[in-house]
Structures are given as structure tokens and as C-alpha cells.
């Protein structure tokens, strides 16, 4: 049964109705609070509100429960793909064989480039970021198919947009390395699985591909499984606001993009790997670096550390974690950082200061040290996490376009600023 919220602002009664979720959460409905009483709710951050109702991913972040259309993200890393988790995600049911070989097939005819993008990649400077690059060149990927721009195709086109976006992502993103690090770029092969594909636009030379070897690439599926979504995350919520406005499926995930990179987000993968390497320069074990972090008078943070939604354990952090040791395994490689990274979180997770604000090891611990070991150069790592998330954001943008009633999103505000003033001229001031 729904719980009884009622509310009173300055003696103006109002019944609030409740919703509830399939998995018991309960979301108070407060869309008739302006209307009926005048007042607004102050959420900063978002903590405590919910801009949706979704079917997408459910959460438990005091259990470290993570799913996928109902599916647990451990049986999915253990058993599925990337590919088959992003049908699962967009679509909402895991393919049939056919169905999974359809999305594939179209997956392998959109990987390809218009070759006069190649001139987008030239204006870029070296020193671009590879984000910066990947943003701008999906939102230049949309001028490729004016349909996308016509609200009236966005339903029917979908399935074709979706599928060019993920794999054009792909394409991109190796792409704008090949681009930084001046080497010609590799053309995608139709024979290789996405993953793989990947590996080899990144690695191969011309004339001389890469080596594969299948559990580094099935690694690498992983991760990118692990990352495919993750409920309204601060990048995922910007590709539905901006999804709200009716902008097509490129730009939307292009703002998704941007809004990954901060270090606070999908860019702390690269954050934990400069603050293991400072830890290492300066010969600390890391308990010279936690005691700065615990003082805070130096403004540090243990980067890969605490979550808005996780209180108890990441899900993710833990199959990373024993990815991490098998990738270093397999490649017969062993990495200081790692040493550094186990000692970090060994000393956090027994010290008060990290327990007792819930602070655990997120999925950008321990992905940067797989990232740096199969050869992904550092400014990359936030671009893997990108190509993960597409399908999330594409299922998020789906999710939008086809509500029932759709609604713009736009917060309001209280204003704090100066009331109503006179203007003065210039020369009177
Ligand atoms: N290291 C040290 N202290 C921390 C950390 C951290 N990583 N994270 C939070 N805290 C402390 C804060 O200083 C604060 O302490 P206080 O109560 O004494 O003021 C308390 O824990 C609560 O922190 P908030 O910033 O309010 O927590 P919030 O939920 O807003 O932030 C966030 C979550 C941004 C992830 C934060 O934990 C953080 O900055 N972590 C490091 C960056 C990171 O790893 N980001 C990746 C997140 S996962 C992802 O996006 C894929």
C-alpha cells in the first residue's frame, strides 16, 4: 500500500500521493506542490530527488546491488557480452540468436567513418584531449544524417541511430588516439567482434595487426559491460535533460560525453592513476597521502573512493578488482601501482574516517590499472568508460522519446540574489 505524505506550507494543506517502485523504493510525487501551495522542494545535488520513473537499472546502493533490466551485473559480466548487454539495455529484453545477429550485422555496417570526417580530426591540435574529441566529433556525426535532426523521424530511425552511435563511438574513440599520438588510422574489419574490433583501430599498424589475445579482449568486454549503465548518474541525467528538449540522439550523448569527463565522474579513472603515481613518486606507502586526504587542508581526495548511491560495497569495484589480477596474470605483468592501489584501500577500509562516511572503492579503483596494463594510453581511460555508457545513455534517450506524456525537464530555483534596484548610469557611479 502507498504511504500517506501530507504537507502543510503556510497553512495551505496539501495530500501528497506516493509512488512505488517495483522493488518497494518510494518516490514522494510533489508535482502538484507549487500549484497547490507555491513552495518548491531544494535538493542540491539531487540527493533526495527522483527526475524520473525508469525500468532501465535498479540499484540498491546499501546492499551493492546493481541490475540490468533485472539482471544481476555479476551473471552478466560471468556470462554476457557488451554487445548483448547494450540490446538488453536498449531494447529491454536479451536478444534471441536472431535478433542479436541483426544488431550485430547492423553494428558492422555503421562502424565505418564518412571519410570527410577525417578532416574534423585534422583541425584538432595534438594536445586535444581525446574527450574533447569525442564530443565533438559525435555531435559532427550527426550532420552526416540530416534525418536525425527531423523530430518527426527520432522514433523510426531509432533503431538505425542507436546502432550507428555505438559503433561510430568505437571508430571515434580510437580514432582520436591514432589522431594525438600521430599515427594513420586504422580502418575497423568486419571479421572482428567489437571489442576486438576496438583493440585492433587502437593497436594494429598498418600491414601488421595486433596481437588479440581473447582474455585481454574479454577484459575489456567486461569493463565495458560494468559501465554500460548506471541509473541517473550525473552524465546519464544530462543526455535525458537534453534528450527532453527534443535534441536529437547524437547531440544528447555528445552532452553526456562532456558531462563524464570531470574527474568527480568518469574521469576519476584517470584521477586514481595520477594520485597512485604522486604516491609513488613521493616513495609513500599511501599513509602519508591518507593522513593529507584526512586533514583535508590540502584539498585531496582518495580518488576511485566513495559514491553517491553506494554505501556499503560497488558491485563493480569487486569483479574489477579480480579482473585486475587475472589481466596482470595473464599478461605476466605485475604493476607498482597495484601494490600501492591493494595498500590504499586495505588502510581506508580499516580507518574511522572512510568508514564511518561509507566511503568504499568505486569501479574507477582498480580500472585504471587494467586500462594502463593492456597498453590504454592514460587520457583514454575516460574514453572507455564512455564507450561502456553508450548504450545506457541510448536506452536513457529511448526511454525520453517515448513517454507518454513528455515533459521538458527544467528545475526551478530559490534566488538569493539582490531584489528589485534602480540602474545607474555610468556616470553617476
Ligand atoms: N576521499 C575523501 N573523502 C571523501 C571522498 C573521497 N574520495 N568522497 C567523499 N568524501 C568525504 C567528503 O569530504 C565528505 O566529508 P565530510 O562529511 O566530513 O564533509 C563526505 O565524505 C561526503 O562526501 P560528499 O562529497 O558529500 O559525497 P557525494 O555523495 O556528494 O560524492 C563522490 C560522491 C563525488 C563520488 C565522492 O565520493 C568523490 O569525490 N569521490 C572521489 C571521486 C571518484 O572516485 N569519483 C568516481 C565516482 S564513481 C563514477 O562516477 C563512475
Not at 574511522?352 to 592514460?378: C, H, K, M, T
Request: a neutral charge; hydrophobic letters at 40%.
Amino acid at each position: 500500500m502507498s504511504p500517506k505524505v501530507e504537507i502543510t506550507v503556510d497553512g495551505k494543506h496539501l495530500d501528497i500521493p506516493c509512488v512505488v517502485g517495483s522493488e518497494g523504493e518510494i518516490g514522494v510525487d510533489i508535482s502538484q506542490l507549487r500549484a497547490e501551495t507555491g513552495a518548491i522542494t531544494l535538493d542540491p545535488g539531487y540527493g533526495n530527488t527522483g527526475a524520473c520513473q525508469s525500468n532501465i537499472t535498479f540499484i540498491d546502493g546499501d546492499k551493492g546491488i546493481l541490475r540490468y533490466r533485472g539482471y544481476d551485473i555479476a551473471e552478466l559480466a560471468a556470462q554476457s557480452t557488451f554487445i548483448e548487454t547494450a540490446y538488453l539495455l536498449i531494447y529491454g529484453h536479451l536478444p534471441s540468436r536472431a535478433e542479436l545477429s541483426d544488431f550485430s550485422d547492423q553494428l558492422t555496417e555503421n562502424q565505418m567513418l564518412h571519410e570527410s570526417m577525417r578532416n574534423h580530426f585534422e583541425g584538432f591540435p595534438p594536445t586535444a584531449h581525446p574527450m574533447a574529441i569525442l564530443s565533438a566529433m559525435i555531435n559532427a556525426a550527426s550532420s552526416y544524417h540530416p534525418n536525425l535532426i527531423s523530430g518527426k523521424n527520432r522514433r523510426r530511425r531509432f533503431p538505425y541511430h542507436a546502432a550507428r552511435l555505438i559503433s561510430q563511438v568505437r571508430t571515434i574513440a580510437a580514432f582520436s588516439h591514432r589522431k594525438a599520438h600521430g599515427l594513420p588510422f586504422i580502418y575497423p574489419r568486419s571479421n572482428l567482434k567489437y571489442t576486438a574490433n576496438f583493440l585492433h583501430m587502437l593497436f594494429s599498424h598498418p600491414g601488421e595487426p595486433c596481437e588479440l589475445k581473447p582474455e585481454i579482449v574479454r577484459a575489456l568486454d567486461i569493463i565495458f559491460i560494468l559501465h554500460a549503465d548506471h541509473e541517473q548518474n550525473c552524465s546519464t541525467s544530462t543526455v535525458r535533460m537534453v534528450a527532453s528538449s527534443e535534441a536529437n540522439l547524437f547531440a544528447s550523448a555528445a552532452s553526456g560525453v562532456c558531462a563524464l569527463w570531470g574527474p568527480l565522474h568518469g574521469g576519476a579513472n584517470q584521477a586514481v592513476l595520477n594520485m597512485l603515481k604522486e604516491i609513488r613518486r613521493d616513495g609513500d606507502d599511501g599513509t602519508k597521502f591518507l593522513d593529507q586526504v584526512k586533514n583535508k587542508a590540502a584539498g585531496k581526495r582518495l580518488m576511485g573512493f566513495g559514491h553517491r548511491v553506494y554505501k556499503n560495497f560497488d558491485p563493480r569495484a569487486t569483479i574489477i578488482k579480480q579482473q585486475c589480477d587475472k589481466v596482470l596474470a595473464q599478461l605476466h605483468k605485475s604493476d607498482p601501482l597495484l601494490d600501492i592501489a591493494k595498500k590504499l584501500e586495505e588502510i581506508a577500509l580499516a580507518d574511522d574516517f572512510f568508514v564511518s562516511r561509507q566511503l568504499y572503492p568505486n569501479v574507477d579503483f582498480y580500472s585504471g590499472i587494467i586500462l594502463r596494463a593492456i597498453g590504454i594510453p592514460e587520457d583514454m581511460f575516460t574514453v572507455m568508460f564512455a564507450i561502456g555508457r553508450m548504450p545506457g545513455w541510448i536506452a536513457h534517450y529511448k526511454e525520453v522519446m517515448d513517454q507518454e506524456k513528455p515533459k521538458i525537464s527544467r528545475p526551478r530555483q530559490i534566488y538569493t540574489g539582490p531584489t528589485q534596484r534602480a540602474y545607474t548610469p555610468i556616470t553617476e557611479r
